[in-house]
C-alpha cells in the first residue's frame, strides 16, 4: 500500500512523542474531552463531520506548545485557561488541514480519509469553515480580546502562506528567503501564537511571553525544515519509496533548494526546463542528484541553527515552563535524530 | 448572453435601492475607503486577491444594517463604531460569499466572475480564509469580545446551514420547518447579528438592541424569500429565460415547496421521481405548474408576514434608528413590488 510522505510524518512523530510527553498526558486527555465536549455546542448539521475531524488521531502538538508554554504559570486557573487556549488552537489546525487537504487533493491524512474525500470538497469547505468559526467563538471567552486578535492574525497569515506557496506551483522559485517567508507564515505563526498566548493565559510575565513567542516561531521554521525533509528522505530510507510528493505539486522545499545551489549552472537549467515541461522522470533524476551532495548534513545544520535560536530565546527564564519547553525542543531533535538512524 | 438569475437579482436590487438610500451614502462612501483601506493591512501575497474580491460592487445591504440599526446611537463615536461593525460584516459576507461560490461551481457574481473562477477553487478556499480572518481581527478591536464572539457564532451557523442545504441536494425535503431552518441559518443570522451589534455598539439600550436583532431576523428571512423569488419569476418575466438556477442544483425554495403542497399526490410523486432521476425536463415542467397555481401571491403573503414582524419588532421604541430601519424594511418590500410589476 503507497503510503504518503504525510502519513510517514506522522507515523515517524507519533512514535518519536510516544516515551516522551508523560507530563503533558493528563492536559491532552483532558483537551480531547474538551473538544468532544464542543460537538455538541455545534449545530446538529455539522455535528457528525466535526466527530469525524476530531478522530483523526493528531499528534496535538501545538496544543502541548500551548500548554508547556504556560505550564503552572501563575494564574490559580492556569491548567483551565491553558486547555481552553489548546483548543481554540487545535481547532484552528484542524480547520487548516481540512482545507489544506482540498488544495492537495489528498486522499489520506493520519491513515484516514481526508474531510474531502470522505464528504466532498465542497462540504470540506464548510466543515473547515465551522472550525474555524468554532476555534473564534471559544477564543471570545477570554477576558479579553487578544487571544482573537492573535488567532485571527495568524489564520489570516498562514493562508498568505499558503497562497504563495500555492501561486509558486508550476513556476519555480529557488530563493531561499521566499521558502523561509512561506514557512514563517504558514507554520511558525501558530506556533508562535500557540506558545506566546500559553504563557500569557497562565499568567506569566509579558517579557517571558514575548520570549516563549520567539522560542515558538524558531520551533515552528525548525519544525517545518523537518517535515520537509521527512518528504524527501523519511519514504526513500524507510519503507524504499522514490522522491515525496512535495516535488510533485511543485513545492520546492530546503532540501531541493539546497541541490539547486550546488548543482552547475547548466545543469540546473536542464533539470528545472525539465521540471517545467512536466517531465516524469524529473523526480527520480532530482532523488539521485539529492544524494549525490551531502544535503541532508546541511539541512540538519540549518534546523539545528533554529533549535538554539528557539533554546537562546527562553534561555535567560527562571520560569517553570522553560524545562517542559527545552524538553519539546528535544522531541522535535529527537525526531529528526530517528530519521538520520533510519 | 445568458444572465444568472444570482445576478438578475442584484440588478433589480440595485436598481431599487438607487434614489432611496441617500442617508446612508457617506456612510457607504466611508466604508468602501475603511475596506480599500484594509488591504494595506494584509500580507502582500493576498492583496492583488482581495481588491478583486472588493471590486465587486454588491449591494452592502448587512453594513446598511448596521449604519441603520445604530443610527445617531447615543455613543459619541457611534459613526465610526458603526463603520468599523459594517467592515467586519461585510468581510465576513464577502467571506462566505468566495466560498458559497466554489460549492455552487458558479462563473459570475455582480457580472464579473466570481473568485473560484477567476483564481481557482483552491485559491478561492484561501482567500475566503483570508476574508475571515480579517474580519475577526477587526472585531477584536472593539473594546469587549461581544463582536468576536457574535460574529463567529453566525457565521458556524451560516455554514452549518449550507451544509444542511448541499446534504440536500439530490434528495428532496419539501418540508416547510426544513426550508425556514435553513433560511434562518444561512442569512437570517448575519442579518440578526449586524441589527443587534449595530444598536449596540452605537450605544442604544440592551432593549433595543434585542428587538433590532429580532428585526433584522425577520428581515433577512423576507430577504431570502423574495431572492428565492427572483430566481424563478424574475428572469422568466424579465428577460425571457425558464426556471432558475436553484432547482437545478436540487434546492427546493419556497414557491416550489407550496407547489408540492399543493399539487395531487400522485403528479407530486411523478414529478419527484423524474427529478430524481434527473430528467432533463423537469424544469420547465416546474415551472409551467408554477404558473397554474397561486404560488407567487401565496409566496408574497409570507414574506408580507415576516415583513410585519420585523416592523412590530422596533416599532415600541422612539429610538432615532427607528425610522431608518422602517425605511429598509420598506425598500426591500419595493424590490419586490418591482417584480410584481414586470
Request: charged letters at 25%; proline letters at 4%; aromatic letters at 10%.
Amino acid at each position: 500500500m503507497p503510503v504518503s510522505s504525510k502519513s510517514e510524518a506522522n507515523a515517524v512523530a507519533a512514535a518519536g512523542f510516544a516515551g516522551i510527553y508523560d507530563p503533558v498526558k493528563p492536559y491532552l486527555a483532558k483537551l480531547d474531552a474538551f473538544l468532544s465536549s464542543q460537538i455538541a455546542e455545534m449545530e446538529p448539521e455539522v455535528q457528525a463531520q466535526v466527530r469525524y475531524v476530531f478522530s483523526h488521531s493528531g499528534k496535538r502538538l501545538r496544543p502541548m506548545l500551548v500548554a508547556y508554554s504556560g505550564w503552572e504559570g501563575p494564574k490559580a486557573d492556569n491548567f483551565e485557561q491553558l486547555l481552553r487556549l489548546g483548543a481554540v488552537i487545535e481547532l484552528v489546525h484542524l480547520a487548516t488541514l481540512v482545507h489544506d487537504d482540498i488544495l492537495d487533493e489528498a486522499d489520506t491524512r493520519h491513515r484516514q480519509k481526508t474531510a474531502a474525500k470522505k464528504f466532498g470538497s465542497a462540504a470540506a469547505v464548510l466543515i473547515g469553515d465551522v472550525l474555524f468559526s468554532h476555534a473564534l467563538k471559544l477564543a471570545a471567552d477570554f477576558p479579553t480580546t487578544e487571544v482573537c486578535r492573535a488567532v485571527a492574525l495568524a489564520t489570516a497569515r498562514a493562508c498568505a502562506g499558503e497562497i504563495a506557496q500555492t501561486y509558486q506551483r508550476g513556476e519555480v522559485n529557488y530563493d531561499r528567503k521566499f521558502y523561509f517567508r512561506v514557512i514563517q507564515l504558514k507554520t511558525a505563526e501558530l506556533f508562535e501564537v500557540s506558545c506566546r498566548l500559553g504563557a500569557e493565559v497562565a499568567g506569566y510575565s509579558e517579557a517571558f511571553a514575548q520570549a516563549a513567542g520567539l522560542f515558538g516561531r524558531h520551533l515552528g521554521i525548525a519544525y517545518q525544515i523537518f517535515d520537509d525533509l521527512v518528504d524527501l528522505y523519511a519514504d526513500e530510507s524507510m519503507i524504499g519509496k522514490t522522491l515525496g510528493t512535495d516535488l510533485e505539486k511543485g513545492k520546492f522545499t530546503l532540501p531541493l533548494l539546497l541541490l539547486l545551489e550546488q548543482l552547475p549552472a547548466d545543469e540546473r537549467e536542464t533539470l528545472l526546463t525539465r521540471f517545467k515541461a512536466g517531465d516524469e522522470n524529473i523526480a527520480a533524476d532530482f532523488s539521485e542528484r539529492l544524494h549525490a551532495f551531502p544535503i541532508f548534513e546541511a539541512v540538519v545544520e540549518i534546523f539545528e541553527a533554529q533549535l538554539s535560536q528557539a533554546n537562546a530565546a527562553i534561555a535567560p527564564f527562571a520560569e517553570k515552563a522553560v524545562p517542559a519547553m527545552q524538553q519539546i525542543a528535544e522531541l522535535v531533535r529527537a525526531q529528526l535524530g530517528r530519521l538520520e538512524r533510519n
